[in-house]
């Protein structure tokens, strides 16, 4: 374990915070809340933010936030960027039977939903009440490359000396912590992702393979909420 980028991921709730605080003194100026921030200058900003709009926005600005201060610190041990966040060539091959998986993956935790939640629902309730699409913008294209690079990049610097093995089941867990509030069933599901990705990565060595991967599933996770709207 390489306890120096271990004290940079302990300080990332901090960034997160002020991130948030940041985004609330924004919010203050009208220029922002028209044109930047896609919202009615009439909403508070408490209501803002748990609006579709407002979600979109504080995952931007605290996802930027975290991995522009990971980038800062990424070379505190004589490291490149590239080796930090294993921005490199793939240099083993996704199999079949890995892509396999994320396709199973998907259709295995959308019929989860679809028998056993609303999370979905409401979802795609509250994106069709609001003729709103960048939430998923969000979540197709800048969740699979900030949480890869967290995730499946710096953490696996920071849990480097583990086995592989190791570094997979830990970096899932985390993955799925992040997440939370969420039903039992897709803490487990996204444990599951996150173990088939690490695997991915620790067979690649490469973070590339794995955001294509991640966008990929939500992509097919995203059209099952906005056309299908289960």
């Not at 993955?175 to 067979?203: D, K, M, N, T």
Request: proline fraction near 2%.
């Amino acid at each position: 374990m390489n306890l120096k980028y271990l004290v940079v991921v302990l300080c990332t709730p901090l960034v997160s915070f002020f991130a948030v605080i940041v985004l609330g003194a924004l919010w203050e100026y009208e220029f922002v809340r028209n044109k930047l921030l896609f919202s009615n200058t009439a909403l508070t900003y408490d209501l803002y933010i748990e609006s579709i709009n407002g979600t979109a926005a504080l995952y931007l600005y605290t996802s930027l936030a975290v991995v522009t201060f990971l980038l800062i610190f990424a070379r505190i041990d004589g490291s490149t960027i590239r080796e930090v966040f294993a921005l490199s060539k793939a240099k083993g091959s996704i199999s079949r039977d890995c892509i396999l998986a994320i396709l199973i993956y998907v259709l295995l935790s959308s019929s989860v939903f679809y028998f056993a939640g609303s999370t979905i629902s409401s979802t795609y309730e509250l994106v069709n009440n609001s003729h709103n699409y960048i939430f998923f913008l969000i979540v197709i294209l800048a969740a699979p490359i900030f949480e890869e690079l967290i995730f499946r990049g710096y953490l696996f610097k920071v849990f480097e000396g583990l086995p592989s093995k190791g570094k997979v089941l830990i970096t899932s867990i985390l993955f799925s912590c992040a997440h939370l509030p969420q039903e039992l069933y897709s803490f487990l599901g996204l444990l599951l992702l996150g173990a088939l990705l690490g695997e991915i990565r620790v067979r690649t060595r490469s973070v590339y393979p794995v955001i294509f991967l991640h966008a990929l599933n939500n992509s097919l996770f995203g059209y099952w909420v906005i056309f299908i709207g289960i």
